[in-house]
């Protein structure tokens, strides 16, 4: 079983592995304040070395744009404090992408590592959401806004799940910036059979699930 490695993650919002690497220099890695968001992963795939795919997995995650820090808890389980709702929405579409993943989301606390973890299930392709609050009244709001959160992810992935090789290709050539036409010739196609690439891999729905799911993340930072 291949690695999530950076060239797993070219299939996801990110982009092949020259761009990414191009996109985590032109970023900070630091931040000042306390980090807001956070990911929980649980890898629940079938592979007997397992410790060393998640490790490999994590580090693999480290080069994302946004992506503060990255810690290995036990054998099969990585959690990531990022820097904003774009960093955190990258790294769960790079979870999702890989296919063999429980995904948790958490948002603020004192710690939202904490707060990520206890929202990850143990099926893969699942996305928990929390957003820890003070008062009630917030509560309410943010426990509404976090099944929003988990909603709109769990479309994109059942997006991404049914996306064939041929559909990744296309897909992240566009995140890269490429148009239709460009995306073609590098593909060595026609910009009709781009285009069909594209619908059959749902290109339009991912946008506007992404979209949807960076709106609720910054909403989140409101609460």
């Known amino acids: 079983m ?5 060239r797993r993650l070219e299939r996801t919002r990110i982009g092949q592995a020259s761009i990414l690497d191009s996109m985590a220099m032109a970023h900070t890695r630091g931040t000042s304040a306390r980090p807001l968001f956070a990911v929980h992963a649980r890898f629940r795939g079938r592979t007997m070395r ?4 998640v490790r490999n997995s994590a580090q693999a995650m480290e080069h994302l744009p946004g992506v ?21 929405a990258q790294v769960v579409m790079a979870f999702l992408s890989a296919g063999e993943w429980a995904i948790g989301i958490g ?32 509560s309410i709001a943010s426990s509404e806004l976090a099944s929003d959160i988990s909603a709109a992810f769990s479309l994109i992935g059942h997006v991404l799940t049914r996306r ?7 897909t992240a050539l566009m995140r890269q910036g490429y148009t239709q036409n460009d995306a073609a010739a590098e593909l060595g196609i026609s910009k009709q059979a781009m285009s069909q690439r594209l619908v059959a891999a749902g290109w339009q729905a991912e946008q506007a699930g992404w979209d949807l799911a960076v709106h609720l993340l910054t909403r989140a930072e409101e609460l």
């Open 2 to 6: 291949p690695i999530l490695t950076t």
């Open 50 to 53: 397992r410790a060393e795919y």
């Open 68 to 88: 503060l820090k990255s810690t290995v808890e036990g054998v099969e389980e990585i959690s990531l404090l990022t820097r904003d709702a774009e960093s955190e």
């Open 107 to 138: 948002i603020g606390g004192h710690d939202p590592s904490v707060v990520a973890r206890s929202c990850t299930g143990k099926r893969a392709g699942t996305v928990g959401a929390s957003i820890a609050t003070i008062s009630q009244n917030s």
């Open 164 to 170: 064939t090789e041929e559909g990744r290709e296309a």
